[in-house]
Nanobody
Framework: QVQLVESGGGLAQAGGSLNLSCAAS????????MGWFRQAPGKEREFVAAMFWIGGSRYYADSVKGRFTISRDNAKNTVYLQMNSLKPADTADYYC?????????????????WGQGTQVTVSS
């Protein structure tokens, strides 16, 4: 049973920063893609960033490129999302997810395990 637990959400001002964490447990994550998605009220869940656990190649949505950074700590089985230069449009619930594949995927349907989400609110 895989468990993903997000933390680090909260309230930030526009231009500020937050660092989200996703602690993963329950099985090996070697041949996986770790992803971050977000869902704003009334909108569909959308891709934010993802990386291969092995190799470390990273992928970002255009809306966050240059502002957000995904990273991982192998020893802690934890994935991070450093969010800088936050905008009110970044307000959403943020979810960590795992894809058991070595092929990148940019849609929620490609990920089979999800965390409970952490709320991010950016004020103007």
């Amino acid at each position: 049973q895989v468990q993903l637990v997000e933390s680090g959400g909260g309230l930030a001002q526009a231009g500020g920063s937050l660092n989200l964490s996703c602690a993963a447990s329950g099985r090996t994550f070697r041949n996986t893609v770790m992803g971050w998605f977000r869902q704003a009220p009334g909108k569909e869940r959308e891709f934010v960033a993802a990386m291969f656990w092995i190799g470390g190649s990273r992928y970002y949505a255009d809306s966050v490129k240059g502002r957000f950074t995904i990273s991982r700590d192998n020893a802690k089985n934890t994935v991070y999302l450093q969010m800088n230069s936050l905008k009110p449009a970044d307000t959403a619930d943020y979810y960590c997810a795992v894809r058991y594949s070595t092929a990148m995927h940019y849609y929620p349907s490609g990920y089979s395990s999800w965390g409970q989400g952490t709320q991010v609110t950016v004020s103007s």
